[in-house]
Each structure stands twice: as structure tokens, then as C-alpha cells.
């Protein structure tokens, strides 16, 4: 059954991926408002498209903890599911901070090249921070959230990566609070898995971090802290201890 559901799934994003694609290419005229709502149309179908072929529901826990105004997003990353859902359903539009390859996917890249997000130049890797400041900046400034994943990559579920340091500098810069962000969807979709497993997934918002009186070392373990230790309260099972501290960079 499990194979049958995610071959169905599998069936359905790439039926439903390319329409919207192009559709987001004949909009491309349109304010950027419209186009970024018609482009996330399609990750939002994906999450709701997971939910009724695969069974992985969700839920959100601090949601309260979402400010009206300006943010920065760090967050957990151990899937792809939570990828798809930030854009589909977080109440501004979210800026991902992605390498400028992407834009050349067909169809994915072509959509994601006119959200005008953060994309950054890996070739150039001296200057691919301050394109994620000098951009980051613009892109707060239009009332948006810029999203960063500290770990870098996906971790396995009970697992820590090391938390680099780009979204505690981009908010140090801009003097931007952060809203950390934890999340089990790992749980349900592995990194690279075809099969995913049906259950409940819970995206929690933490309480915002200002900035301001912190180093950027400061504020990014203290986005360490906070994920780390909501993730042994989402999923105890997975963890022997409190989590380590120090394991920034």
C-alpha cells in the first residue's frame, strides 16, 4: 500500500507541477503579489495532495508567536515537505535563500527565478553572504520573510547539524527578529525516501528574538536552544538528553 500511495503522489506532483509552471510563466506580467500567490497555488496542492494520498497531516503550535511586522524565519530542515509548506501557508510571502543553479530546473526553476526570493551565487562564495544581506535587506523591506535553514541541509529525525551562521548575521545586519522554528516532518518523509509514512506532522513557532544587545554567535545559539529543545518535546523518543550546546558556526 505504501508503495502504491506514493507512486500515486508521485503521479500527481508531476501532473500538477507543470501547468502551474506554466501558468506562472504567462503571469509573469502580473505584480508580483499575483504571481507569488498563483506560484504557491502549487506547493499548497502538494501539501493538501500529501494529505489525502499519502495521510500526512499537520498541525501548528505558536502560531501566535507570527508578528504582523517585519521577521526572519530559521527553521528546522528535514524534509521536503517543509518546504512546501512554508509558501503555501505562512501569512507573508517567505523568500528562501537558494543557489542561482535552480533557476535552470525546467519549469521549478523557471517559477522560483520570478519570485523574485534570494538567490545566491555559490561560485562566488566570498560574496555570497553579503548577496544574501544585500538582498535579504531588499527583501524585508518589501513587508517579506526571509527563510534559512541554519543546519544547512536536511537532518535525520534525533539528529543535530552543525547551525552555520548566515541567518544570525542577516538579522544582526538588518536588525531583524527571528522566529526559530521546529518541526518532526521527518518523521513522515525522509530525506530521498519514494515511501512516506502517514501520521501527523507539528510545525512549532517559537517566541520571537530580537537582535538587538547579542553577537550574531549569541543570537544563533540561542535559535540552536530553542529548536533543539522543542524538538525533544515534539519527539522525546528520539533524544537521551538535553541538547548540546556550542556546535555553531
Known amino acids: 500500500m505504501g508503495i502504491i500511495r506514493a507512486s500515486l503522489y508521485q503521479l500527481f506532483l508531476l501532473i500538477t507541477v507543470i501547468p502551474f509552471a506554466i501558468l506562472s510563466l504567462i503571469c509573469a506580467p502580473l505584480p508580483l503579489e499575483w504571481r507569488y500567490r498563483i506560484t504557491a497555488?502549487?506547493?499548497?496542492?502538494?501539501?493538501?495532495?500529501?494529505?489525502?494520498?499519502?495521510?500526512?497531516?499537520?498541525?501548528?503550535?505558536?502560531?501566535?508567536?507570527?508578528?504582523?511586522?517585519?521577521?526572519?524565519?530559521?527553521?528546522?530542515?528535514?524534509?521536503?515537505?517543509?518546504?512546501?509548506?512554508?509558501?503555501?501557508?505562512?501569512?507573508?510571502?517567505?523568500?528562501?535563500?537558494?543557489?542561482r543553479e535552480l533557476h535552470k530546473v525546467p519549469f521549478f526553476g523557471?517559477?522560483?527565478?520570478?519570485?523574485?526570493?534570494?538567490?545566491i551565487d555559490r561560485a562566488k562564495s566570498r560574496d555570497a553572504f553579503e548577496q544574501v544581506v544585500k538582498v535579504g535587506q531588499q527583501r524585508i523591506d518589501e513587508g517579506r520573510w526571509p527563510l534559512l535553514f541554519p543546519e544547512g541541509t536536511r537532518?535525520?529525525?534525533g539528529s543535530t547539524g552543525r547551525y552555520k551562521m548566515g541567518g544570525?548575521?542577516?538579522?544582526?545586519?538588518?536588525?531583524?527578529?527571528?522566529?526559530?522554528?521546529?518541526?518532526?516532518?521527518?518523521?513522515?518523509?525522509?530525506?530521498?525516501?519514494?515511501?512516506?509514512?502517514?501520521?501527523?506532522?507539528?510545525?512549532s513557532f517559537g517566541p520571537p528574538i530580537d537582535p538587538a544587545g547579542l553577537t550574531p554567535e549569541e543570537l544563533n545559539q540561542r535559535v540552536q536552544t530553542w529548536i533543539e529543545t522543542e524538538m525533544r518535546v515534539l519527539n522525546p523518543e528520539r533524544y537521551d538528553g538535553p541538547p548540546a550546546t556550542g556546535s555553531v558556526s
Open 110 to 119: 523557471w517559477g522560483l527565478a520570478l519570485l523574485r526570493m534570494i538567490p
Open 155 to 157: 537532518t535525520a529525525p
Open 168 to 203: 544570525a548575521l542577516l538579522a544582526s545586519r538588518t536588525g531583524t527578529q527571528v522566529i526559530p522554528v521546529a518541526h518532526n516532518a521527518g518523521e513522515l518523509w525522509r530525506r530521498n525516501a519514494f515511501i512516506k509514512t502517514p501520521g501527523l506532522v507539528t510545525i
Open 41 to 99: 497555488g502549487w506547493p499548497r496542492l502538494a501539501v493538501l495532495g500529501a494529505r489525502f494520498i499519502l495521510g500526512i497531516r499537520w498541525q501548528t503550535k505558536g502560531w501566535e508567536n507570527l508578528p504582523t511586522g517585519k521577521a526572519i524565519i530559521l527553521s528546522k530542515h528535514q524534509s521536503a515537505w517543509e518546504t512546501l509548506f512554508f509558501p503555501a501557508y505562512m501569512p507573508r510571502q517567505v523568500c528562501f535563500v537558494y543557489k
